[in-house]
């Protein structure tokens, strides 16, 4: 208290200035001042207060930081928002700083719009910044966003800060890219994808259902064409950001650098927040059927489990490839007879294949319209009374078939080749037809006959097929199994992208958890019945007819098994008494301690959706160069990862960007790689946000 006396003593007597008693007391001038307002509030009590956060003083509750954000959201001043709390505006100022909120300085930009310069600047700063700002919004509705495809004013493709200047004043809702010739740009060969990613109009689809996510440098396209080679890129999620330079990675985007990992997540909250990730991946399917109307004669359905490793108590699902029950998420995917994604609908909570097929097959005729499609599943959603409503709205069925059924003669199979899609097949079949429900649904069977002798039944509704070709379709439903774990493993389907949980239905309903514990009890004593049964049984076969002649013998010298057997008869009475008794199904409140909740669905749908866009773009990409590469069913995938992941030079004009990959491993490839580029240019695509058109071709060896 005595030295900081001492320091107020020297400032306020003249005797030196602060900067000289800061100096002279080795500290900061912030502290001398402090000090003098501490004096000047409380007198030398004051002094005596220790460093740091007052004690007593509460912190600013969660409460208030909500509502300033709903003040400050509805254009209320600072002012009037620090009267209502009845602190200073500065406090205000501060809170919406740590909140996130950009302050927009009124004075400088006025300034620029009326043609004024800043005096901090040169006069050939001031030029551009003037030329920036000249053609303003229309003067018909000036909170229009105008500037969202505007060109950019910054000349330096490293340096962006005209650009970066608009997007804090409020006037630029996407920065464009600017491209300069480069040579040797690290993972170039991405932009090969760029015509395909066009054509899945994944960019129209987030303006139309977006429309504009506010004025920002990286607005809605740049933030899904980054999501969009990310994924190509196999970099997995927004945290691996960090082992990447952001300049080398912004060089790919045609700005100075990539959003960096919390700008990202926080551009993804952003889009969660505006709750419409459904519609979205809803008008991505829509611009798939009508691009790819061919391949939608069969679509595969079937759900993928998300295991959830939290702490946070959700709903179980089984997980099939790891032969157990635990907490996690299921996702039921459509993807068309060549394999590829459809759409991605997840469950309410984890409910089967068989309650999930009404709403997923309502969400397809929206997508289809009337044309009959055949749906096939696997074992999962078998039900024949469903099969009859599913057929009844206008949909083919095929599926294996469930439980025990009649083996067919070896007799009745024969030999059946064909070649479908390009491939040769051969199988041993029978066909006959089967009734269900007692004669009230007719489908069709068609059995394959293994080399082990096990029999494979198919159920269908469709026969106008040939009998090879319903074993076809149904057996190429291991495509989606093995869509799965490409996912899985290239692109981290079952990553969390947040931590946040959504509030759950509260009056769905559970198994009965005593039902479950009352089941296992009666299985122990029908087990604990039939193991002493038998060992009644033995002993009467083993006895000997010289001793107990009689029945009766018997009984009295195996009296105490018998009633070891009549206890446990009873008891196995009981417990079925008491079974009857316990509902099946009991409302989750009854189970779950707690809110009932479920984890956050939108930002995993949302970025679930640009993964599978960025599989497809990869799939039209393999597709094309299978043309021109001999063992592009093995290796043209990774074919096409080694390609967009090369190395390439960029030479940019003022019509268009020339991309010249690096040669690849071995002629053969760099041939196969070459004729891609000359099919990927006949395109004549377009950089989003630019009027670049784009050529490709691959550097001669050296």
Not at 127 to 155: G, K, Q, V, W
Not at 190 to 208: E, H, Q, W
Not at 253 to 275: H, I, Q, S, Y
Not at 619 to 631: K, Q, V
């Amino acid at each position: 208290m005595s030295e900081a006396y001492a320091m107020v003593s020297l400032v306020e007597q003249g005797h030196a200035e602060q900067n000289e008693v800061a100096r002279a007391f080795d500290c900061s001038t912030r502290t001398v001042r402090r000090y003098q307002q501490r004096f000047a509030a409380g007198g030398l009590p004051a002094l005596a207060r220790t460093n740091g956060y007052p004690k007593g003083r509460p912190r600013l509750p969660q409460a208030r930081d909500r509502t300033v954000s709903r003040l400050k959201a509805e254009g209320r001043p600072n002012g009037e928002i620090a009267r209502r709390f009845g602190i200073t505006e500065k406090a205000i100022r501060k809170q919406l700083k740590r909140l996130g909120w950009q302050e927009q300085g009124p004075v400088q930009p006025l300034l620029l719009l009326e043609g004024g310069s800043d005096p901090n600047l040169s006069a050939s700063q001031n030029a551009p910044l003037r030329a920036a700002i000249a053609p303003a919004a229309p003067a018909s509705d000036p909170n229009l966003s105008a500037f969202i495809e505007r060109p950019s004013r910054d000349h330096n493709p490293a340096d962006r800060s005209i650009d970066r200047f608009l997007a804090r004043s409020g006037l630029l809702h996407d920065a464009a890219p600017v491209f300069r010739s480069s040579a040797a740009v690290p993972r170039a060969g991405v932009l090969l994808a760029i015509p395909v990613l066009l054509k899945t109009g994944v960019f129209d689809c987030a303006s139309a259902v977006y429309g504009d996510i506010g004025p920002a440098f990286y607005g809605l396209r740049t933030t899904v064409l980054t999501m969009l080679l990310m994924a190509l890129l196999r970099i997995k999620r927004p945290e691996a950001l960090k082992e990447h330079a952001p300049a080398e990675l912004g060089r790919l985007l045609g700005l100075d650098r990539a959003p960096e990992v919390k700008t990202l997540r926080r551009k993804l909250t952003l889009l969660a927040a505006f709750n419409r990730a459904v519609p979205f991946g809803r008008e991505l399917a829509r611009q798939r059927v009508r691009t790819h109307s061919g391949a939608m004669g069969f679509l595969y359905l079937d759900g993928h489990v998300r295991v959830y490793h939290g702490k946070h108590q959700i709903p179980k699902a089984h997980v099939t490839r790891m032969r157990i029950s635990m907490p996690a998420t299921s996702d039921y995917w459509v993807n068309d007879q060549g394999g590829e994604p459809l759409f991605v609908v997840t469950a309410e909570a984890n409910e089967g294949l068989a309650h999930m097929l009404p709403p997923v097959l309502a969400e397809l005729r929206g997508l289809v319209g009337e044309r009959r499609v055949t749906v096939v599943f696997d074992r999962g959603g078998w039900s024949p009374k469903l099969f009859i409503a599913i057929i009844a709205q206008g949909f083919d069925i095929l599926t294996y078939r469930k439980g025990r059924c009649r083996r067919i003669p070896p007799g009745h199979f024969r030999d059946c080749a064909a070649v479908i899609d390009n491939r040769e097949v051969a199988y041993r079949l029978a066909d006959q037809g089967v009734w269900l429900l007692g004669g009230r649904l007719r489908l069709r069977q068609v059995t394959r006959l293994g080399d082990d002798g096990h029999q494979t039944h198919v159920i269908t509704s469709r026969r106008d097929l040939p009998t090879i070709e319903v074993a076809y379709r149904m057996f190429e439903r291991w495509r989606q199994e093995n869509f799965f774990k490409y996912l899985r493993e290239e692109y981290a389907l079952d990553a969390l992208t947040d931590y946040q949980l959504d509030p759950a239905n509260p009056e769905r309903t559970v198994p009965n958890p005593l039902r479950k514990n009352m089941d296992r009890k009666l299985l122990e004593a029908k087990l604990e019945l039939q193991e002493l049964a038998s060992k009644y049984g033995l002993d009467a076969f083993t006895s000997v007819e010289a001793k107990r002649r009689t029945m009766r013998g018997f009984k009295i010298a195996a009296s105490e098994t018998g009633r070891a057997i009549a206890a446990a008869e009873l008891r196995v009475a009981r417990l079925k008494r008491r079974c009857a008794r316990l509902p099946l199904r009991v409302p989750v409140t009854q189970v779950v301690n707690g809110v009932v909740v479920r984890l956050s669905t939108e930002r995993k749908h949302l970025t679930n959706c640009l993964k599978m866009v960025a599989y497809q773009a990869e799939s039209e990409l393999a597709g094309l160069i299978a043309r021109h590469y001999r063992r592009a069913g093995d290796e043209g995938r990774t074919l096409m990862q080694s390609a967009l992941a090369s190395t390439a030079d960029l030479i940019v004009t003022d019509t268009e960007m020339v991309v010249v990959l690096a040669p690849m491993s071995s002629a053969h490839r760099t041939r196969a790689v070459s004729a891609l580029c000359a099919e990927l240019t006949a395109q004549a695509a377009v950089f989003p946000g630019t009027k670049l058109k784009l050529r490709y071709k691959v550097a001669d060896p050296v």
